[in-house]
């Protein structure tokens, strides 16, 4: 089962990403705009995993509080000369996500990422003509979404033709919410 963790979007939050899309979408470029309903926040891709409910049991365990955050404005990865990947970054409560994806990623005892940047992915790049004009495109794109975080899951991804298909496994809730 191929697998990631992540932290779900309210719904006015992913139609406000799905929005800002539309400021980037005219640019001559072969992507691939993430759907509404598939818009989240990475935590760690987990790949194929044999036992979901060592898993499961494992991210049981970790604890977390609520907390705000935001989305604010539009970025790339992994530079304007070589774009790959459109995001939104985690402005509030940046630092809680990157606790939260340390403690999942010592939960599962994963090698953590140097340099994890929370952020909602909105499109992947397969070839664009100009990078200026989409590195344009994206700084012209002026938002900021506030929400919540709740929760986090464990999700499947079943890759298909049309593009790949979330599917939750788990949630997982913070302690101040289990009353």
Do not use: W
């Not at 995993?49 to 992994?78: G, H, I, M, Q, T």
């Not at 909105?122 to 344009?136: E, H, P, W, Y």
């Not at 002026?142 to 929400?147: A, D, G, L, N, Q």
Request: proline residues 6%; charged residues 30%.
């Amino acid at each position: 089962m191929r697998c990631f963790i992540g932290i779900p979007l309210p719904g006015r939050v992913r139609k406000a990403l799905v929005k800002a899309q539309d400021g980037f979408r005219h640019v001559d470029a072969r992507m691939r705009l993430v759907k509404e309903p598939n818009l989240h926040i990475t935590l760690h891709f987990l790949g194929g995993v044999d036992n979901v409910d060592k898993v499961d049991e494992s991210l049981r365990e970790v604890s977390f509080s609520s907390f705000k955050a935001s989305l604010k404005n539009l970025s790339f990865f992994p530079k304007k000369s070589y774009i790959r990947v459109i995001h939104s970054p985690v402005k509030n409560g940046r630092q809680q996500v990157i606790e939260l994806y340390d403690k999942v990623a010592e939960a599962l005892s994963l090698d953590p990422e140097d340099r994890f940047t929370p952020h909602a992915t909105l499109a992947r790049v397969k070839f664009v003509k100009s990078t200026n004009a989409l590195a344009r495109a994206c700084y012209d794109v002026r938002f900021e979404e506030s929400f919540t975080v709740k929760s986090f899951n464990l999700y499947n991804s079943d890759l298909t033709p049309k593009g790949p298909v979330y599917e939750v496994i788990s949630t997982y809730t913070p302690k101040d919410l289990k009353k």
